[in-house]
């Protein structure tokens, strides 16, 4: 087949996904993110019960020998990963209850092999650690970044009309903010099509939501995690799709199918 029908193919796919209201990514797996999602229960009757135990299983699978989780990218991803993933560790091992006193048996000496050598650590995370008797060091410039970043932020903007980046990591203001002020920011369901910070408002806003909950089984089930209980960075990515799929067909020339075939191997269209 001529390399640019094959080309022009490729991006009447997408495009027919993008005009047809279908729901395509496929960012990368996310461990922050997952652990961001394990950590949200749901009403159920009188009792609560964790909406994606799948993915508590994959925080749990994907832990290091050391006790950390590594991230695929910089330090400070492994950072990112590891506190997030000990959080939903420490979340699920004080509710029990919500899996029938299911929890592995090595819970909590999981959650000591993690807290060993963490030196630099997210302030809004430590903050929550530490209602779990975890203390970790906070180093000052940390800190002082942190406060730099707030300085001045006038957080009515956040409750307003205008839609600002802050809503995509909605999980760093954890006690800081009021959740219910939020809702008419929700766009099909999330937050700026972040996995954790939907998930972080679904735990806490004091009414459930149940597009919020459709938006993260969507996710579960036609994100790069295929219902296995990975969840990416972001989704949908459809602007993304099509930006990254041009420049390859510009970049790559005759690698681009290859390459398109194995990131889209669910797309049947492809085969």
């Not at 009447?12 to 395509?24: F, K, N, T, Y």
């Not at 299911?102 to 430590?126: C, H, M, Q, T, Y």
């Not at 410039?141 to 802050?166: E, M, P």
């Not at 994100?223 to 420049?247: C, D, I």
Request: proline fraction near 5%; aromatic fraction near 10%; charge should be negative.
């Amino acid at each position: 087949m001529d390399y640019h029908k094959e080309a022009a193919e490729i991006i009447a796919v997408l495009a027919d996904s993008c005009s047809e209201a279908q729901l395509i990514g496929s960012m990368s797996i996310s461990t922050y993110d997952t652990a961001w999602v394990s950590m949200v229960s749901k009403p159920d009757g009188a009792e609560l019960r964790w909406l994606f135990p799948e993915s508590f299983q994959i925080v749990l699978d994907s832990q290091s020998l050391d006790g950390g989780w590594d991230g695929p990218g910089s330090e400070t991803d492994t950072i990112l990963n590891s506190l997030a993933a000990l959080l939903a560790l420490c979340r699920h091992h004080t509710a029990p209850a919500h899996t029938n006193g299911n929890n592995p048996p090595d819970l909590l000496s999981r959650i000591s092999k993690a807290v060993v050598g963490f030196e630099i650590i997210s302030p809004s995370i430590i903050n929550s650690l530490r209602s779990f008797g975890i203390c970790l060091y906070e180093p000052p410039v940390l800190l002082s970044l942190q406060a730099q970043k707030l300085r001045g932020f006038d957080w009515n903007l956040l409750y307003g009309s205008r839609q600002l980046a802050l809503l995509h990591s909605l999980e760093a203001f954890d006690g800081l903010i009021d959740f219910d002020r939020l809702s008419h920011h929700m766009r099909n369901g999330s937050f700026l099509g972040s996995p954790s910070s939907t998930a972080a408002y679904l735990m806490n806003s004091s009414v459930w939501s149940i597009e919020a909950e459709q938006y993260l089984h969507t996710v579960f089930q036609k994100g790069t995690g295929q219902s296995s209980g990975k969840f990416p960075s972001a989704f949908p990515s459809a602007n993304f799709e099509l930006s990254w799929v041009g420049t390859m067909i510009y970049r790559k020339r005759r690698l681009l199918i290859e390459t398109i075939y194995r990131l889209f191997p669910h797309f049947s269209v492809l085969d």
